[in-house]
């Protein structure tokens, strides 16, 4: 894929604000692509992924509207390693195919791929600099676990189930400390901004 327009890939782990600081960039004027969002289009109701992840896991992997049981297939996957990669290795491919259709529109100056598994998959062979939102993992769970109601554990589940913080810390081209005064966000992702539109200037 021809990286242009400049592609910064966000990313970290649950509960670490990776949302919130893709929607300051998106105040600023800056496209975002979602890799969240695509694991989700490309199990919609008809899609053929679905068709074949009912047909694996059995018909009642399916809601009665049609809608994937999210709940019931994260269940089966961090419980069995097995099930997990026959799930990515169908799901995977596709979510790549969307993401670069949306990359590859944008019109911004820089782009940004949002992906909580950037590191764990080759998204991160999409992007041209990455920028990880970083919180102590005590404090991911504590904000995850209150803002969706998940239980603790299953979070700690889905965190041990990731690279490990200090991995992602070691990978990462940029790190925004998410533990800091949450009035300095706006601030220090403005001066982010500006960095990456250097960045995305010196390569065009």
């Given at each position: 894929?021809?990286?242009?327009p400049?592609?910064?890939?966000?990313?970290?782990?649950?509960?670490?604000?990776?949302?919130?600081?893709?929607?300051?960039?998106?105040?600023?004027?800056?496209?975002?692509?979602?890799?969240d969002?695509a694991?989700?289009?490309?199990?919609?109701?008809?899609?053929?992924?679905?068709?074949?992840?009912?047909?694996?896991?059995?018909?009642?992997?399916?809601?009665?509207?049609?809608?994937?049981?999210?709940?019931?297939?994260?269940?089966?996957?961090?419980?069995?390693?097995d099930?997990?990669t026959?799930?990515?290795?169908?799901?995977?491919?596709?979510?790549?195919?969307?993401?670069?259709?949306?990359?590859?529109?944008?019109?911004?100056?820089?782009?940004i791929?949002?992906?909580?598994?950037?590191?764990?998959?080759?998204?991160?062979?999409?992007?041209?600099?990455?920028?990880?939102?970083?919180?102590?993992?005590?404090?991911?769970i504590?904000?995850?676990?209150?803002?969706?109601g998940?239980?603790?554990?299953?979070?700690?589940?889905?965190?041990?189930?990731?690279?490990?913080?200090?991995?992602?810390?070691?990978?990462?081209?940029?790190?925004?400390?998410?533990?800091?005064?949450?009035?300095?966000?706006?601030?220090?992702?403005?001066?982010?901004h500006?960095?990456?539109?250097a960045?995305?200037?010196?390569?065009n």
């Amino acid at each position: 894929m021809k990286k242009h327009p400049y592609i910064v890939g966000l990313t970290g782990g649950i509960g670490s604000g990776k949302s919130t600081v893709a929607t300051e960039f998106r105040h600023l004027g800056i496209a975002t692509v979602d890799a969240d969002y695509a694991s989700r289009a490309v199990v919609e109701p008809n899609m053929p992924a679905l068709t074949d992840i009912a047909m694996h896991f059995g018909k009642d992997i399916v809601l009665p509207n049609g809608q994937l049981n999210r709940a019931k297939l994260r269940e089966i996957i961090f419980a069995d390693a097995d099930q997990k990669t026959w799930l990515e290795a169908l799901l995977h491919p596709l979510i790549s195919e969307w993401v670069i259709a949306q990359l590859a529109s944008a019109s911004s100056e820089y782009v940004i791929l949002e992906s909580p598994l950037l590191f764990e998959t080759d998204q991160h062979l999409l992007v041209n600099t990455v920028l990880l939102v970083d919180l102590p993992v005590d404090q991911q769970i504590e904000r995850a676990s209150s803002r969706d109601g998940n239980d603790k554990q299953q979070i700690e589940r889905i965190i041990a189930s990731q690279m490990s913080r200090q991995d992602k810390l070691n990978k990462a081209n940029w790190v925004f400390d998410n533990a800091l005064n949450q009035g300095t966000m706006k601030a220090r992702i403005e001066g982010l901004h500006s960095e990456f539109m250097a960045l995305a200037q010196s390569t065009n």
